[in-house]
């Protein structure tokens, strides 16, 4: 099941996930581009993006205002909607609207292969947005795990000339077991250094499997980034 956390209250940029995507609310334009590949629901932190969901045919669980993670949040979907243990939870962010599906069944894909706590994605990146903190980087190791998550260019270039590096997708599989799991690990100094919550994982000892992607799509994180990407999607 795909679920999409959607919180209203967004601090860099305020209502965030109803900005207008080509005539639809953010959050809906962004469950419409993945209906076709599973079942959809809206975890959301609001009645009124509750009410906004359903209008527009999606299901929606009301969720704690209190979550301090999107992960948190499906999380709490997930136990509502009384799903089995052992199925894959797909959480795709709300400000994704232009992901697009070969993305998203990807992810799927290896998350069906692996006995990894969490499966997601990356894509090569090139230079000129290597520094960009905004857009996390990670590096692999030789299975296509995760190794470290970081806003900082990693691998650092001492002796310049290297252009492998990866753009981590803000897309997530968990099995519902293994999501519980780590909704209840302890939180990470370097989760709270970076301010990525994947990192706990890692810092715990768990596997976080990887799968290479083509995207073209980002995540909208300010207002500038909303005009950049409707400029770009047009």
């Not at 305020?14 to 809906?28: E, N, R, S, T, Y």
């Not at 596997?207 to 300010?222: L, N, R």
């Amino acid at each position: 099941m795909i679920i999409i956390p959607a919180r209203l209250a967004s601090t860099r940029f305020p209502g965030k996930i109803l900005a207008d995507i080509h005539g639809l609310p953010m959050v809906i334009a962004t469950a419409k581009r993945v209906q076709n590949l599973d079942d959809v629901a809206i975890a959301a932190d609001t009645e009124e993006v509750v009410t906004l969901a359903q209008k527009h045919g999606f299901k929606a669980i009301l969720t704690s205002q209190n979550h301090q993670s999107g992960t948190d949040r499906i999380n709490e979907a997930a136990s509502k909607l009384s799903l089995p243990e052992d199925e894959i939870i797909i959480n795709v962010q709300a400000d994704e609207p232009f992901i697009e599906e070969a993305v998203v069944k990807s992810v799927i894909e290896r998350a069906q292969k692996t006995e990894a706590m969490i499966t997601s994605a990356c894509k090569k990146i090139d230079l000129l947005h290597v520094k960009d903190p905004n857009l996390v980087k990670v590096i692999l190791d030789t299975h296509d795990n995760a190794i470290y998550f970081s806003r900082s260019a990693i691998p650092y270039d001492r002796e310049g000339g290297f252009e492998g590096y990866f753009g981590h997708l803000g897309i997530y599989a968990f099995r519902k077991n293994a999501l519980e799991t780590f909704c209840a690990l302890p939180y990470a100094p370097i989760e709270h250094i970076e301010k990525l919550e994947q990192l706990r994982a890692i810092y715990h000892g768990y596997k976080i499997a990887m799968v290479e992607v083509q995207s073209q799509s980002f995540g909208i994180d300010t207002p500038e980034d909303l005009e950049r990407a409707l400029a770009f999607f047009s």
